[in-house]
RNA sequence: GGGCCCAUAGCUCAGUGGAUAGAGCAUCUGCCUUCUAAGCAGAGGGUCGCAGGUUCGAGUCCUGCUGGGCCCGCCA
């Protein structure tokens, strides 16, 4: 990584002052290498002078000079070294030192990209989970698309990574499904019904009743309500999962692992949980409940887990799931929630730390809300009637690749407004068209190449002095970028600013390309020689970062971009 | 009343304690005989919500305020 080399270089300076006696030896090694915002100053440079100036002594642009004197003049990565600013030590990197870099590409192909961060360390990642009591919505969506990207990642960036879908299959919400079953079904056998408020009102009911009532009419009609009740709830919330899981997948987001609730309390393992803590001091009796003493561990009040009635809250199901996926090896686990979980995530840490795991090694993340925008308005959304917009409504409508960018586009902590509109056209407005544009546009020069018996020189064939132009530089080195802000999505758990990579590798290409037009030494397959080879070279590196990113984004990387004129012909 | 999130160009949003705050859309001006113009180049447009503080340096960190969203049960 050309960053990390920098860094090295710099270290290497700082160190060589502090063995003088430059810099005190106990100083903070505290310094960070960026990228300048503007080109002038270089590729990268370094605060180093200025945050150890104060230890040392001296004045910042001084000590800059000491540092810049002992960073060897040959190194070959640079071309250039020098001070500016209140102290800045700007670098300006060997071109040819990019070039070599397209190697590291070519070689690595489809595993170029990935990182060493985790180190193999195992990490859960559970998300959606949402209860099998209706379809999913577009806050579902959302959700599912983040921690599906999310998951690939991570898994880039080096850890041993499982999705992970909990199913509440054991709550109340389960038993108002089977009792709204109940209800249509008795009145598709003609009597008379009042669906209670509280009841899932979707017409999807009245489907799922109309096919359990063909299936399993006889049986339930000899059951007494509650039993009756009880098997149509499990019944339909397992049709159900089943329609999410095929909504999921053609959302292109596919669990490693379905965890069931009701396990949970098979096994007892909420019992004993509670005993577990109990043992441990973290429980407590009052009023009849049992209650776990979240506030010593930063919760700003306790929390029931059992209920005065005797009932379990579905807290208490949680701290056992949460002890039984530690227990299970992950030494990481990440939740991706909704933001009106919000109120949930310190009892949860409370939880992690009572367990016994370290608090940091949990992540809850919310995500923020949806707002669809139709022709500029807000087309509002309400959960409990049945008009909500299904994610299913709004893949369909613009389509998977669109659908994942979209809500991949903004960082998860903040509400996305959703741009039906934006999503299905098919110009450079929207970024998911323009980005796969680009990939086809390379995949096109690629074809017409063949015809005309050209192809990509090899890493060792290729001469770099071909690859000449500035822009061509430019993109070489945004190329070599992509590990880093693979690195940067997973420790931060935001992988939207890999879709603004993606967007950004795009116009850069895009504007490339298009100087051919106009100038012919940007032109491709101009003049068919080595520097053609070059040129496809380079452009076979490009690709291959836009497939990359495409494939941990889930979105397709068409070959052709076919116009919906060709597609209906 | 308390907690979490958000506030940056007309609009939608990027922005790692650094130097002159950036894209896209919209507006205006150019560019098609060429590898896909489904595109490209350029111009204008800013009190980074407000007020303090921290420091060599703040859109970024801290405090207070204003406005908006979500949440605050022995519900799930």
């Not at 000590?63 to 960073?71: G, K, N, P, S, T």
């Not at 102290?87 to 030192?97: A, E, K, S």
Request: aromatic fraction near 8%; charge should be negative; include cysteine.
């Amino acid at each position: 990584m050309i960053k990390r080399r920098i860094e090295e270089i710099v270290k290497a300076a700082v160190d060589a002052c502090r063995k003088e006696g430059l810099i005190p030896s106990d100083a903070a090694a505290g310094f960070e290498i960026t990228v300048p915002k503007i080109a002038a100053h270089g590729d990268f440079s370094t605060n180093a002078a200025m945050s150890l100036a104060a230890a040392a002594a001296m004045q910042p642009r001084k000590l800059a000079q000491e540092i810049v004197a002992r960073i060897p003049k040959d190194a070959p990565e640079l071309s250039g070294v020098s001070i500016a600013g209140p102290g800045f030590i700007n670098f300006v990197l060997n071109p040819g030192w990019y070039l070599e870099g397209l190697r590291e590409i070519w070689n690595a192909g489809a595993g170029f990209g990935c990182a060493d961060l985790g180190k193999g360390r195992k990490v859960q990642v559970e998300f959606v989970s949402a209860n099998p009591t209706g379809p999913l919505h577009i806050g579902h969506g959302r959700g599912a698309v983040y921690g599906d990207c999310l998951a690939s990642v991570l898994k880039a960036a080096g850890f041993e990574v499982t999705r992970e879908y909990y199913v509440n299959d054991a709550g109340n919400q389960i038993r108002t499904l089977g009792r709204s079953v109940y209800l249509r079904m008795k009145e598709l056998c003609g009597e008379k019904i009042e669906l209670p408020q509280e009841c899932y009102q979707g017409h999807y009911i009245v489907d799922i009743a109309r096919t359990l009532r063909e299936t399993h009419g006889e049986a339930v009609s000899a059951m007494d309500e509650e039993s009756a009740i009880d098997f149509l709830g499990e019944q339909a919330g397992s049709m159900i999962l089943d329609e999410i899981k095929r909504d999921l997948a053609e959302t292109g987001v596919v669990h490693d692992t379905f965890f069931f609730e009701r396990e949970l309390h098979k096994g007892a393992l909420v019992e004993k949980t509670i005993e577990w803590l109990r043992e441990r001091g973290h429980i407590y009796d009052q009023e009849g409940a049992v209650w776990f003493r979240s506030t010593a561990y930063g919760d700003d009040k306790d929390r029931v887990l059992r209920k005065g009635d005797g009932a379990l809250t579905y807290f208490a199901s949680d701290i056992a799931y949460h002890k039984e996926k530690y227990d299970r090896g992950f030494d990481r686990v990440i939740d991706v929630w909704g933001a009106d979980h919000g109120g949930y995530v310190a009892r949860m840490k409370a939880a992690v730390a009572a367990i016994g795991r370290d608090p940091a090694s949990f992540d809850a993340v919310l995500i923020q809300l949806v707002n669809l925008i139709r022709g500029g308005d807000v087309v509002s959304m309400s959960t409990r009637s049945a008009t909500y917009e299904t994610l299913e409504d709004v893949r369909r409508e613009v389509g998977r690749d669109a659908c994942r960018y979209f809500f991949l586009m903004r960082s998860h902590n903040a509400q996305l407004d959703f741009d039906l509109e934006l999503a299905k056209k098919e110009s450079a407005e929207n970024p998911v068209f323009y980005i796969q544009y680009a990939h086809a546009r390379i995949a096109s020069i690629f074809r017409k190449a063949e015809e005309q018996g050209l192809s990509a020189a090899s890493p060792q064939e290729v001469d770099l002095a071909n690859i000449d132009l500035p822009e061509e530089v430019r993109l070489a080195r945004m190329l070599l970028v992509l590990p880093e802000v693979i690195e940067e999505c997973a420790v931060e758990l935001e992988p939207h600013k890999l879709a603004f990579y993606m967007l950004e590798l795009s116009r850069m290409f895009q504007s490339y390309y298009s100087k051919g037009r106009t100038d012919e030494r940007y032109m491709v397959l101009a003049e068919g020689g080595a520097r053609t080879a070059a040129k496809l070279y380079l452009l076979k590196n490009v690709q291959i970062v836009l497939q990359n990113g495409l494939r941990i984004l889930g979105i397709t990387a068409p070959e052709a971009m076919a116009r919906e004129e060709d597609a209906l012909a």
